[in-house]
Each structure stands twice: as structure tokens, then as C-alpha cells.
């Protein structure tokens, strides 16, 4: 298996990612293809033991920085996303995992492999960026994590359906429960965006469970939350602010009550990666911390994509590049194109009709 | 000073909503209306020991339930709601506390007290409703929370306007710095209402200082952040989701590990109101917990309304009321319905305009 990694993207690119995709090759046994800046990537790869693996290069002399537009991925032509991306399309990888600016990696994505579309069937009109939130007793799916701040009913419908397609195949969840982010529990709330997709997910197939409020996400209520993208991204950048604002607060609270409680000031997940330490916990509060740390889930699918795309966290560390690579081996393992395709084939009439049916319409249901 | 106080309004009342309007009068030397069902008021009040203290009952025959449908306040028409709007319409108290259901508080509140208008000036097309949210170093006002699903940008306009006069006005901050939640730090980023949104706020004469992200709303770089209902209800009700998530965490992992840290599962504070032992803590952890705990602000107040309502958390305790009670009495000796009538008075030209003057239109700017 090939997994092309953009070596260059991400706040701590490329050092980091080279050590990651290292762990990666080597306890995960896949080749790991580094697309980026050769003569960059070739010194860092020097000083890692690396006989026996496979760490092939693939030069991209472009790099789309954090901060830039969207729309880089089509100026800068070969930029390490777009050839990452062209390297599934031809065939040269099977999957294709960046940390870097995750709009551009959603748009290198689109532009370079397209969208699903089942042969006289449902056409997906937007991918969806998928994560994976820390909710009792399992993670919970939360779709669209920002590639679509407007999104119509339809498209909240189709995240439900490749949400609930991946709950299913790949996570191995047999009827996935699926909810829908809103301000309060009763159908008539939401704005209008979710009150027109209630009818529309109520009517689809799917084993739909109602809105979710905000202090239900974590809850397990629900196996896949669909959402749209403003309302995603606020939820999980608010949720990994809340630790972070926790931390400090600790730290500075410690301080100045002169507690001497050092492992206390650990145990906020989101800021992990960024303190030391991790060992002076006990190993209680490093199992809390290891279940909510984004870095143990590494990346999230990009849905809807005609390939397997995947999007990490920018401030991903070494681990958590090693497990972005394992999931997108995962995510191949589970042929997880075909897997959302041949979801999408099974969903009944009804729901096909909603999300946009590609061939004729069929009868109206009873 | 006269604060009226929907006895019936709550997840405990009225039981916890009597004990906590004894304590406000006694500790704050108001005087607390009751209003609600004399029949039950009575025998719990008698429980107390009131001597010298002013609690009078002002019968109400009906109770909006917290489960019940905003519209109820039209229905039931002597519902506690309404009755305790209309002292305050009527002079008969300064203001209006509940901790009932908050959709049915507001829709009585804008029915019996209409709206802040400004003569040949701004008229408040909707009214907002705001909380202080736990930010470093000091908590900021963010609106709306809920009043308002799907405002238009000129909405979101008057509410930064109010939020902006209320902070100044009330709290003392001088100059306070606006901010509008989106999904990205840029100005391009955002669903269409936020991009609509942000060149109001840049024209408006206000100190507006851009957007604000998820993870940096706990941050300090706002004195007030504006956002739609939708999300404002989300981002609240995410936040004390994740402390009762991280509790439980904490509870099991304590558990399961064997460790002696009882204080460790207390430290989480939108949970500390159904926890008991807060005493347990560290005095350090003490100040934690208050500086976050919702029950010391006690109650939000609805801004744009022609008179001084607050709402409460359903979940208030006495504690919550009796601060409820006092963030009220705060309000009025602010004369805050006359200071957000002076702040609009005060605001540029072109805000004025963008706002919705009700007068003929200025000249435009040069």
C-alpha cells in the first residue's frame, strides 16, 4: 500500500511530518510517498534510520503557506497538494494525507480527483469534511467541519448518507444513529437551513434520532452529527479552545495558590501536544487524555471525493502524522470510494430522490 | 428597589427560587416580588425566617412550563411571565428576573415591553439576548444566545450596538472591542450573514477588531462577540457540555484507576451546581470554579427590550437567583434601558444608517 504524504504541509512541516511518516513506514509497514521540496525533504530524511523502509520522494516545487487563499491550489500549479492529489488520480498512491491549509487541501481534493457520483444514482454536489469528536462511549462522526459554510438541506442530507455509509462500512456500526446539531431537541427548532433538513433526513432511510443540542455532542447520542461547516468548525476550534482556556487558567490558579499538583495541569487534552510531561500522569488521566486527543486520531476523511483524501490537524506532531497515514491505510483498506458508492446505491428511493438523484425521479412513495 | 422574580420559573422552582429570593433580600436589601401561584409560594416562604425582610406575593393563576412552546405566554394569559412583565411595565417593579423557559421570558418581555426606539434615531428591530462567557481575563458579553435564529446582518449589527452600550455604559469598559464569531480570522471568511455582516461593523464607528474563531472566544480579544442565536446557543450549550463530559471522563478514569482525588472530579464547574463538596476543593480551585461558574453571574439580560428583563439558567439554583436578582439590581441603578437609549443616541451617523434609523436618512458619508 502507498500512502502520498505532503511533506510540506502543517505548522511544523516538513521536519515533523518527515519524523511521522518515518513511525509511519516503519510501524505500519506501508510505503509512505513524501511529495514536497526534494532537496528539503532528502536532509531530513538523512538523519532518520530509514533502511528497510520505503520513503520514496516525489518532488513538488510549490507549497500552498497556512495562510493563503483557497484558490493557491490553482495558481501555484505544482504545489505538493495538487501533486499528492494527481498521484491517487493516476494511480501512484492510494490515498493521499496533508496537514496543511485544509481549504486548500479540500479544493486540491475537488479540482484533482472530482466528486462521487453513482452511475444513475445520487451525484455528490459537495464533499464533506468529516472528524471524529470524543464523545462516551465512542467518538462520534461530525460532519462538515468547514468546507461548506452555506450549505443547502440536500448537501446536510448527503453528509448524513456518507456519514452514515462510512459509520457503517468502515467503522463497523451496525445502523448508525444519526443527529443533527440545533438549539434545542424539538423539530421545530434550528434555523432554516435545519428545519427544511429534518423533513428531509426524517424521510430518508437512515435511522435518523433528531436535532442535537450543543451539550448533547459529546454525549454518544448519536453515531453521525451532520452540521454545516461554520456551525462544525466553530464547535470543534470552540472545543479545543475551552481546553486550552481550562489549562490556563489551572496553570495560572496553580500558581498562584502555590499547589503542588504538576500533573493536574496536564491532563487538558487539546494542549498536550503542546506540554511536556504526558508521563508524569497517572495512568488514569493518561487514558482520558489519549481518548480525547485529536492526535490519536491523526486525520479525517475528506467524503464525497472520488478518492481517498485525508485532512489532518495543522499543528499535528509526529504521532499524530503517523496516525493520519494509519487512517488513511485504514480508509483504503476499506475501499472506502467503493464503500460510500455502494452505500449510496442502497439508500431507498425516497432518500436518493432528496439528495439529488442523477437519472430520472423515481415514483413518489406512498 | 423593587426586582420582580418568576417564582414559578426553573428546573427547581418553586422551592429553590423562594430560598434564593430570601437570601438576595437579606444579603442585597431589595425588595423581591414573587410572582407566581400564591398557594404554594406561601407555605415554602414561611419556611424561611423573613423577619425584616420584603417579599410580597403578586398572584399569577398559570405557569409556562419549561417544555412548553414560547407561544404559551399568549395563551395562558396570567401565566408568572406575563404578570411579572407587566409590574415592570406598569411601575409596580424595576425589573424582571426568570429562570423559566427562556424562549417563552423573552417573547413575553418583547409583547408586554416592546421595543427600545430611539425618537427620529434607531429602532431596535429585535432584541437580544446575552450572556457573559468565561473569557481570560475577564468574561465577555457574547449575543445572541438564542433569541434569534436566523437574524439578518443589520441584527447582528444593533445587537454589537447594544452589547457595545452595555459594556461601556454598564460594565465600565471603556471603548470595548467588537468581535463577530466566524469560522477563519479572515475578513472573507464566514457563512454570507457573517461576510454581510462584517463591513456593517468595519463603517460602524464602533471599535470593531475582526473575527473571532471558536478556539479563541475564551480569549479575551473581544469585550463583546456577536454571533446568530443558532450558533450562540450551540457555543453555551457546547461549553457546559464539555465540563460535564470532561467530568464524567474524570469520574470513571478516577474510578477505574484507584485514585484519591476527590477534589479532581469537582474541579469541572458547569457540573458543580449538581455536585456537592465544593468545599472539598482547594481554595485555588475555588476561584477556578467561580470565575467560571454560571451560577455567579446568575442571569443574562434581554437587550432591546423597553424595559430591564433578565433570563436564568433552568438549572439555577438559589445561588443563581439570588445573583440573578442582584445583576438585576445592577441594571437598574445603570438605568440601562436609558443608557442603551444614550449609547444609540451617541453612535456615528453611518451606523445609525446601517442600523435602521427611523428617521430620514442622513446625508451620505463623504
Known amino acids: 500500500m502507498k500512502i502520498a504524504l505532503d511533506a510540506m504541509g502543517g505548522d511544523h512541516a516538513p521536519d515533523v511530518v518527515i519524523e511521522g511518516a518515518v513511525m509511519a513506514a516503519r510501524e ?44 493557491a491550489v490553482k495558481e501555484k500549479r505544482d504545489n505538493s497538494m495538487t501533486v499528492g492529489v494527481r498521484l491517487v488520480k493516476d494511480g501512484g498512491a492510494d490515498a493521499f494525507v496533508t496537514a496543511g491549509n485544509s481549504g486548500a487541501g479540500m479544493a486540491a481534493a475537488l479540482f484533482g480527483l472530482g466528486r462521487i457520483r453513482v452511475p444513475g444514482g445520487v451525484k455528490i454536489d459537495r464533499p464533506a469534511l468529516c472528524t471524529f ?9 461530525l460532519l462538515d467541519m468547514g468546507a461548506n459554510a452555506d450549505p443547502q438541506p ?4 448527503q453528509f448524513a448518507m456518507m456519514g452514515a455509509v462510512y ?15 440545533s438549539n434545542g431537541e424539538e423539530a421545530d427548532k434550528g434555523t432554516m437551513l435545519v428545519r427544511e433538513t429534518y423533513p428531509l433526513l426524517q424521510r430518508s432511510g437512515l435511522n435518523f434520532v433528531g436535532n442535537v443540542e450543543g451539550k448533547d455532542i459529546g454525549r454518544g447520542l448519536a453515531d453521525v452529527i451532520v452540521t454545516d461547516g461554520f456551525t462544525g468548525n466553530v ?12 489549562v490556563r487558567h489551572l496553570r495560572s490558579e496553580l500558581t498562584r495558590g502555590g499547589l503542588n499538583k504538576l ?8 494542549a498536550v501536544l503542546a506540554l511536556p510531561g504526558l508521563a508524569l500522569l497517572s ?14 486520531y491523526g486525520a479525517a476523511p475528506l467524503l464525497g471525493v472520488n478518492g481517498i483524501v485525508l485532512i489532518g490537524h495543522g499543528r499535528s506532531n509526529a504521532k499524530a502524522i503517523k496516525n493520519a497515514v494509519r487512517a488513511a491505510a485504514r480508509a483504503v483498506e476499506n475501499d472506502l470510494v467503493h464503500a460510500i458508492e455502494a452505500g ?18 423515481p415514483e413518489p412513495a406512498a
Chains 1, 2 share one sequence.
Open 28 to 71: 505500519l509497514g506501508v510505503e509512505v510517498v513524501l511529495v514536497g521540496d526534494r532537496a528539503r525533504i532528502q536532509p531530513l530524511l538523512a538523519r532518520h534510520d530509514t533502511a528497510g523502509l520505503s520513503l520514496p520522494i516525489v518532488h513538488a516545487s510549490q507549497v500552498v503557506e497556512m495562510h493563503e487563499h483557497t484558490l
Open 133 to 141: 469528536y470524543p464523545a462516551a462511549p465512542n467518538p462520534c462522526i
Open 154 to 157: 440536500e448537501n446536510l442530507l
Open 167 to 181: 459509520a457503517g462500512r468502515v467503522m463497523g456500526i451496525a445502523n448508525p444513529r444519526i443527529g443533527i446539531v
Open 235 to 246: 464547535i470543534i476550534k470552540l472545543s479545543e479552545g475551552l481546553f486550552s482556556f481550562l
Open 263 to 270: 500533573g493536574l495541569v496536564l491532563l487538558i487534552p487539546a
Open 283 to 296: 495512568p488514569a488521566l493518561r487514558r482520558i487524555v489519549k481518548r480525547v486527543d485529536y492526535a490519536e
Open 344 to 361: 449510496l446505491k442502497e439508500l431507498p428511493p425516497s432518500a436518493a430522490a432528496a439528495a439529488g438523484q442523477t437519472g430520472p425521479a
